[in-house]
């Protein structure tokens, strides 16, 4: 999805389509898009086990290491590292309620 594809998809002009979302969001839609994007990574890397590079391609990245590198830009860690500390949680989770 891209500023282009919406604003044809709807028949409005890039200019309006950024006045809107600015007005109703608080922010680009090329943000918006992003942060759509970053979640949807976020959510498979913590729920599936597929593998790093699928998931680039699954939120709309071809190439693998532009996909880390955003990635690291929005959440502050790579996707590789972001999957271990969330299966440590997960771990962590399961050994607290055994004791209980």
Same mark, same amino acid.
């Given at each position: 999805? /891209?500023?282009?594809?919406?604003?044809?998809?709807?028949?409005?002009?890039?200019?309006?389509?950024?006045?809107?979302?600015?007005?109703?969001?608080?922010?680009?839609?090329?943000?918006?898009?992003?942060?759509?994007?970053?979640?949807?990574?976020?959510?498979?890397?913590? /729920?599936?086990?597929?593998?790093?590079?699928?998931?680039?391609?699954? /939120?709309?990245?071809?190439?693998?290491?532009?996909?880390?590198?955003?990635?690291?830009?929005?959440?502050?860690?790579?996707?590789?590292?972001?999957?271990?500390?969330?299966?440590?949680?997960?771990?962590?989770?399961?050994?607290?309620?055994k004791e209980?």
């Open positions: 999805v /891209t500023v282009e594809y919406l604003s044809k998809r709807y028949f409005i002009s890039r200019r309006y389509l950024y006045a809107m979302f600015k007005e109703y969001r608080n922010m680009s839609p090329i943000d918006y898009i992003l942060s759509v994007r970053m979640k949807a990574a976020d959510k498979f890397l913590t /729920t599936t086990d597929f593998s790093v590079s699928h998931i680039a391609e699954l /939120t709309g990245y071809s190439d693998y290491n532009h996909f880390t590198r955003a990635y690291k830009k929005y959440y502050g860690v790579l996707p590789s590292k972001r999957r271990k500390l969330s299966k440590n949680e997960v771990s962590a989770k399961g050994e607290a309620k209980e």
